[in-house]
Every structure is written in C-alpha cells, then in structure tokens.
C-alpha cells in the first residue's frame, strides 16, 4: 500500500472508528439475545443476576471503554501525525463528536436490551 493510499485509509478509518464500535456493540446485544434464546439461557443467573443482563452489562462497559480510549487518542488537543505532517483538525474533531455521540447510543441501546426478556 502506498504511502498516499495509507493515509486516506486512516483519514477515513480513524474518524468512523467510534462508529465501528457503536455497531459492533448493537451486534453483540442482539446476538447475545439470539444466543439466550435459542441456548435457553434466558433465565439463568451470572454472578447473581440474569445471564443476558450481565452479557449485555459487560459488553457496554467494554464499549464505553473502548470509545473512551479512541476519544482520548483522537482528542483535537492531541497531537496525531503522520510523517510529520499534523492531522486536519477536521478529522479529529468529527472522530472526537462521533465517539461522544456513539457512547450516548451505546447506553440508550443497551438500557432496553437488558430489561426486555430475550425471547419475547
């Protein structure tokens, strides 16, 4: 890959990661759903609360985490280059806006998930 090729890839990449981990987490809340359902775990227990609570409560912390750690690493205070060139602030701003817009999906994704019973 090229040296101009990488940094469109990254240019686009970066910003849309807070993206990427916000789909990912709606892929795990339903596959967990789906796997409760079908495996007949929906009303079994995991460190003393529901299996499908404390699946979905683990997976969104996970993601929270994950979006914090891409919000501080893309920060617009921080200083990204690549080959001594400075990162155009637009893209560290929208990678910034979008992790902080995907954390509040990922909370209002994962509220109803853990209280509505898997196989309804």
Do not use: D, N
Request: hydrophobic share 60%; proline share 6%.
């Amino acid at each position: 890959m090229s040296k101009a090729a990488a940094s469109v890839a990254r240019a686009v990449a970066w910003p849309a990661a807070g993206l990427g981990v916000w789909a990912a987490h709606f892929g795990a809340i339903y596959a967990i759903h789906a796997f409760a359902c079908e495996r007949g775990f929906a009303g079994e227990q995991l460190f003393g609360i529901p299996w499908v609570m404390a699946m979905i409560l683990g997976v969104t912390i996970l993601a929270l985490l994950m979006l914090g750690l891409l919000f501080w690493l893309g920060y617009p205070g921080g200083a990204l280059t690549q080959g001594g060139e400075a990162e155009p602030r637009f893209t560290l701003w929208f990678g910034a806006i979008a992790c902080v817009v995907s954390a509040f999906a990922v909370v209002f994704q994962a509220a109803p998930a853990m209280v509505l019973p898997p196989c309804s």
